[in-house]
């Protein structure tokens, strides 16, 4: 079974840190890039960015509300994406769902559909 | 970024009720554009992608249209199941990946 496993969610004051964990199975994780969305309490989706599979150099994107603060890594060895969250802030509080990406560009293809989701992990930022 | 407007925020349908989602992209976006359903305390899931192809596994009576700035999302006949929340998101501008704000679809 295809599946995404989201831990490392907590209660954290503002200016601190937190590492997100995903653990993937069910699926050859290397293959495919991953990405990382946000929902604040009673709000919609915010998507927070993604990082490409190694066959696409492995880099990573960012929404521009978290830029410089998050950062988004991998381990295909041990299929796990992570999300470093640095100086935090109250507005960050959310759920934070990692989810599987379809994703293509190449000059051929173009393509960026999330297709597998977890179940989320509860960020609380607050003093 | 591209700003993505959907209507209504919420509707209420009766069981059977053909119902119909709108999305208008801010600027032409071509058809990339996915539909997402949320169910209440739970994960979105990708029922459209490309503006007009069904996922594996998502029952028929969903489909989705449209091109450049506005797309149509259509439950042809609703279900007590459908109850949620449906957003659309588009990736014409990566990384600038931006989602609808919502349709809230209840029963009647």
């Known amino acids: 079974e295809v599946q995404l496993v989201e831990s490392g969610g907590g209660l954290v004051q503002p200016g601190r840190s937190l590492r997100l964990s995903c653990t993937a199975s069910?699926?050859?994780?290397?293959?495919?890039?991953m990405s990382w969305v946000r929902q604040a309490p009673g709000k919609g989706l915010e998507w927070v960015g993604f990082?490409?599979?190694?066959?696409?150099?492995?880099?990573?994107e960012y929404a521009a509300s978290v830029k410089g603060r998050f950062t988004i890594s991998r381990d295909d060895s041990k299929s796990i994406a992570y999300l470093q969250m640095n100086s935090l802030k109250t507005e960050d509080t959310a759920v934070y769902y990692c989810?599987?990406?379809?994703?293509?560009?190449?000059?051929?293809?173009?393509?960026?559909?999330?297709?597998?989701w977890g179940k989320g992990t509860t960020v609380t930022v607050s003093s | 970024d591209i700003q993505m407007t959907q209507s209504p925020s919420s509707l209420s349908a009766s069981v059977g009720d053909r119902v119909t989602i709108t999305c208008q992209a801010s600027?032409?976006?071509?058809?990339?554009l996915n539909w997402y359903q949320q169910k209440p305390g739970k994960a979105p899931k990708l029922l459209i992608y490309d503006a007009s192809n069904l996922e594996t596994g998502v029952p028929s009576r969903f489909s989705g249209s449209g091109s450049g700035t506005d797309f149509t999302f259509t439950i042809s006949s609703l279900q007590p199941e459908d109850i949620a929340t449906y957003y659309c998101q588009q990736y014409d501008n990566l990384p600038a990946l931006t989602f609808g704000g919502g349709t809230k679809v209840e029963i009647k």
């Open positions: 989810t599987r990406v379809r994703y293509c560009t190449n000059g051929v293809c173009y393509y960026y559909y999330m297709d597998v």
């Open positions: 600027q032409d976006i071509s058809n990339y």
């Open positions: 990082i490409r599979s190694k066959a696409y150099g492995g880099t990573t």
């Open positions: 069910g699926f050859t994780f290397g293959d495919y890039a």
